[in-house]
């Protein structure tokens, strides 16, 4: 039995395709990042020149937001608490300008999944988040797939999955 489930998993694929929001408030950075982006294979892409309209765009249910880390985002965290809040599983990645992490403890403790240096190494840093978070999503689905089938086979022992 274990064996025909371990069959089932090795034959899943995955085909979920990340869907990536980015905010930064300069186009040439943005087209820079989608470039990035669409690089390492993600296509479904969805960039935005304002908080505001990236907050207003969740129902799109993104996988991963990238953040651009300004003033503004600094001084207010409710965006980054209303992004938890309707999209719990949603990945939320800062980009800054400021080297200095530690600087910005508070906004780090509200969930970002990882934080990324502007002007520097950010493309591998983007290409090992994406990477990071499909290994994790990957993971969460198999588990899920594996639950799904032992509450059938408790359900309908009789059932063998191939």
């Given at each position: 039995?274990?064996?025909?489930?371990?069959?089932?998993?090795?034959?899943?694929?995955?085909?979920?395709?990340?869907?990536?929001?980015?905010?930064?408030?300069?186009?040439?950075?943005?087209?820079?990042?989608?470039?990035?982006?669409?690089?390492?294979?993600?296509?479904?892409?969805?960039?935005?020149?304002?908080?505001?309209?990236?907050?207003?765009?969740?129902?799109?249910?993104?996988?991963?937001?990238?953040?651009?880390?300004?003033k503004?985002l600094?001084?207010?965290?409710a965006?980054?608490?209303?992004?938890?809040?309707?999209n719990?599983?949603?990945?939320?990645?800062?980009?800054?300008?400021?080297?200095?992490?530690?600087?910005?403890?508070?906004?780090?403790?509200?969930?970002?999944?990882?934080?990324?240096?502007?002007?520097?190494?950010?493309?591998?840093?983007?290409?090992?988040?994406?990477?990071?978070i499909?290994?994790?999503?990957?993971?969460k689905?198999?588990?899920?797939?594996?639950?799904?089938?032992?509450?059938?086979?408790?359900?309908n022992?009789?059932?063998?999955?191939v």
């Amino acid at each position: 039995m274990v064996l025909l489930i371990y069959q089932k998993l090795k034959t899943m694929k995955n085909t979920s395709q990340l869907r990536v929001f980015i905010t930064d408030n300069s186009v040439v950075t943005l087209n820079l990042y989608v470039k990035y982006f669409k690089d390492m294979g993600v296509t479904d892409i969805i960039p935005f020149r304002d908080m505001h309209d990236c907050i207003n765009s969740l129902c799109f249910n993104p996988d991963v937001i990238f953040i651009e880390h300004t003033k503004d985002l600094l001084d207010n965290l409710a965006p980054l608490k209303e992004i938890k809040k309707t999209n719990p599983d949603t990945y939320l990645v800062i980009i800054s300008g400021q080297e200095n992490v530690g600087a910005n403890h508070e906004l780090l403790n509200d969930g970002p999944f990882d934080y990324i240096v502007k002007y520097g190494y950010e493309q591998m840093k983007i290409k090992n988040i994406i990477k990071r978070i499909e290994l994790e999503k990957k993971n969460k689905d198999s588990w899920s797939e594996i639950h799904k089938m032992f509450r059938t086979l408790k359900q309908n022992p009789c059932i063998v999955f191939v």
